[in-house]
Each structure stands twice: as C-alpha cells, then as structure tokens.
C-alpha cells in the first residue's frame, strides 16, 4: 500500500499524539477503532473477502519486511505491501494514514482536473491564475487566506471528532446548517466512505429502497480500489505538476497543446 505517499502532512498531525495537549489520543484511537470494526461487522449486508495479497515489486521473493511487511494482509484495497518506512506497523495508525491518503487523494484528483481544465479555458497557467490582471479576485490575498484557514479549520475538526467517534457529526447540534442530519450519516460503517444519499447521490456503490440508502458491498470494494489507483496517479501527477511550475512549465505545455 502506498501509505508513504500521503503521509507527510498527515505525520506532522500524529506528532502532536506525544503532546500533553493530546496525552491519550493514541489509545483513545485504539480503543475507537476496535469497537468500530465490530460495529461495522455488523451492518454489512454483504462479506467481501479479502484480496490475495500483492507485491509492488512482483518476481522479487527476498527483501523481508521492505518488500513483504508482515502488518500489510492485503485487506485493504489498493494494498500491494508499499511500506518501507514502517509507517503503519501500528493497526490504529495505519487507519489515520489511509484516510489520509484518501483525502489528499480526493484533493489531487480535482485539482487535477482543475488545472486542464482552467488552462485549457483561459489560457492562463494554473500557477499564474491568481495574479493574472483579468481574474476575479473579489478578496484580497490575506482575507482569503484567512477564510480558508477558519473554513477549512471548521471541516477538518469535525473530521478529527468523527474519526474517534463515528457518526457524532450526524446530529442536529452539528449540523446547524442543515435540516437534515442523517444527511451526514455514514451509511456503509466505514470510514472514510460514508455513502448515503448525500455522499453518493447518483447511486454508484448502492440503492435507495423506500427512501433508504441501502449499500451494495460488492460494488463498494471495486470502486475503493478504483478511487485509490486514481487518487496515486494524480498525486504523482501534482508533483510533476510542482517541477514543471518550478521550471515556468504547464502541463499542457509539456504536453505540446
């Protein structure tokens, strides 16, 4: 599993675990999840076996815990033993990276989508965009930048409480601005792919059966695997992104369009 790939900014958060302000999250997280994995046990309609487990470096059969690390068994979609660091010899870590390699995932892929697509529609390069003198900057920088950090501050602590205590966010008290709680219910008990209504509107890992959302598992754990093969793809591909910018390069330059 690639876990190292979306680990960096996600190891700077679980660095302040050894803090005082913090004391105990680290079994707090344990506990959280083992109670977790029973509940969701129970709600799944359907058991999906686990993958035969895979290599990163098929045909090499030596190499130990590098290439083979004995606390990756395949469960996990998109888990072909990619861990050399050993960042998640820890089961209850290795549940805080994966999540974080989902969400810088999910990031990646839009942005993607959004550099080829703004380009492709302006003419102006993604990393110019903001200071070129025909675009809409209603804010300036630090007011933005300050917003942001207010905004996205809000979502990722309600995305911390959740991640100790699943569906605490499902609640009227935390959703004061929508009428409909279970709206933010998760619907399949996984974390990290909520379902639901809300969370998959057009249906692609479930159905709604008398106004409830029934989820289909079968369908879910080839999807998980799709999202996770992507969301690696755009995360090389932001990085490439980087260089280029860093050399005054475009995407759609190096490509000759």
């Not at 900014?9 to 083992?34: E, H, K």
Request: no cysteine; charged share 20%; glycine share 12%.
């Amino acid at each position: 599993m690639a876990v190292a790939m979306a680990s960096t900014s996600a190891a700077v958060v679980l660095q302040g675990l050894s803090t005082p302000f913090l004391s105990g999250s680290r079994t707090l997280l344990n506990a959280t999840i083992s109670g977790r994995s029973s509940a969701a046990a129970s709600r799944r309609l359907v058991v999906v076996a686990a993958a035969a487990k895979k290599s990163w470096l098929p045909g090499v059969r030596g190499g130990g815990n590098f290439i083979d690390p004995e606390w990756l068994d395949g469960s996990l979609p998109g888990d072909y033993g990619f861990d050399p660091l050993g960042l998640g010899k820890d089961p209850a870590f290795l549940k805080w990276y994966r999540e974080a390699e989902l969400i810088h995932g999910r990031w990646a892929m839009a942005a993607v989508v959004g550099i080829f697509v703004g380009q492709a529609w302006s003419g102006v390069p993604w990393f110019e965009a903001g200071a070129d003198p025909g675009a809409v900057a209603p804010f300036s920088f630090g007011s933005l930048l300050g917003t942001q950090l207010i905004l996205m501050g809000w979502v990722e602590s309600k995305r911390w409480v959740d991640f100790f205590d699943q569906d605490s966010q499902s609640v009227e008290w935390a959703t004061p601005w929508s009428r409909t709680a279970e709206n933010f219910a998760n619907a399949t008990g996984e974390q990290g792919y909520p379902g639901g209504k809300f969370f998959d509107p057009l249906g692609l890992a479930g159905t709604v059966d008398n106004g409830v959302y029934v989820p289909d598992f079968e369908k879910l754990e080839r999807l998980k695997l799709a999202e996770i093969k992507h969301a690696r793809i755009a995360m090389l591909a932001m990085l490439i992104f980087y260089f280029e910018a860093g050399q005054g390069k475009t995407p759609l330059g190096a490509l000759g369009l």
